[in-house]
């Protein structure tokens, strides 16, 4: 009997070592690929050259809408700054066109801030009907939300993801 339960018990601790050590890989694996998206995505921040691609879209006072059939962006540079942004919300004086907040200008005023957990962004454009201020915070993953305001319309805001510019 204890010729049968020996062999048994080895083949467990066997069994439980390999697992050990394949979950040990992961987490490496895992940890490796995180540090390598935290050096993109701080190499993006810093060069100001991004762009927000939106996945939902949260009004003031209504439900989310899910964005991934329309999605919107925000092209960023210190330059200039591109909007295609779809809106839902209450407007209070828009000139008829397209309906969504399109902008583009140069930004006005263009910071960059490093919080314990993230990047934040501000800036403020100024377009022929409107004035625009976003602000956008980016996690060091590159899960980003960023809210608009302008003096036309109510705030939106956005939960979406940082990328680099196509060319």
């Known amino acids: 009997m ?3 339960i020996t062999p048994l018990v080895l083949l467990m601790l066997v069994m439980t070592l390999d697992s050990m050590a394949q979950t040990t890989d992961r987490k490496a694996e895992k940890g490796k690929s995180r540090i ?8 993006l921040v810093y060069s100001k050259i ?4 939106a996945t939902r879209a ?10 991934t059939t329309n999605p919107g962006y925000v092209k960023f540079s210190s330059d200039l700054i591109v909007s295609e942004m779809p ?8 000139s ?8 583009w200008g140069k930004p006005d005023v263009f910071t960059l801030g490093k919080k314990s957990k993230n990047y934040v962004i501000k800036a403020k454009v100024k377009d022929t009907d409107d004035y625009y ?3 956008l915070t980016v996690s060091f993953e590159g899960s980003s939300s960023m809210s608009i305001s302008s003096n036309n319309r109510a705030l939106i805001s956005y939960n979406g993801e940082i990328c680099a510019t196509e060319k």
């Open 58 to 67: 949260i009004p003031t006072g209504y439900k989310s809408v899910d964005l």
């Open 36 to 43: 390598a998206k935290e050096k993109e995505v701080a190499r």
């Open 2 to 4: 204890k010729t049968k």
């Open 87 to 94: 809106y839902f919300g209450r407007v209070y004086s828009v």
């Open 96 to 103: 008829y066109g397209d309906g969504g907040l399109m902008f």
């Open 133 to 135: 201020t976003i602000n």
């Open 50 to 53: 991004f762009v927000f691609r």
